[in-house]
């Protein structure tokens, strides 16, 4: 199994920073990818950001130039550092993971930004 525990939310005011961290244990090997994902209240889970073993990054859109991934392969952890935050990246942000074939899921953590 694997597990995944997020930590950074919090809240904010637009313009500032914040920076996520997504520690993953367990069985954690084969590891295709690790990333982000958010969900707005009403609206559906979309990707932030995503890096690959290899390290090739994807990110939507809305965020480029805002937010970086990162990760450290020694610590089994993944960073979403988010600057310019505006209002409309309050959400809940959930770390995932993807080996074999599966994904899986941190339990989120809440990002508030007020303008």
């Known amino acids: 199994q694997v597990q995944l525990v997020e930590s950074g939310g919090g809240l904010v005011q637009a313009g500032e920073s914040l920076r996520l961290s997504c520690a993953a244990s367990?069985?954690?090997?084969?590891?295709?990818?690790m990333g982000w994902y958010r969900q707005a209240p009403g609206k559906q889970r979309e990707l932030v950001a995503v890096?690959?073993?290899?390290?090739?990054?994807n990110y939507a859109d809305s965020v480029k130039g805002r937010f970086t991934i990162s990760r450290d392969s020694a610590k089994n952890t993944v960073y979403l550092q988010m600057n310019s935050l505006k209002s409309e990246d309050t959400a809940v942000y959930y770390c995932?993971?993807?080996?074999?074939?599966?994904?899986?899921w941190g339990k989120g953590t809440l990002v508030t930004v007020s303008s």
């Open positions: 890096i690959t073993s290899g390290g090739t990054t």
């Open positions: 995932m993971l993807e080996r074999f074939s599966v994904v899986y």
């Open positions: 367990g069985s954690i090997f084969s590891i295709n990818a």
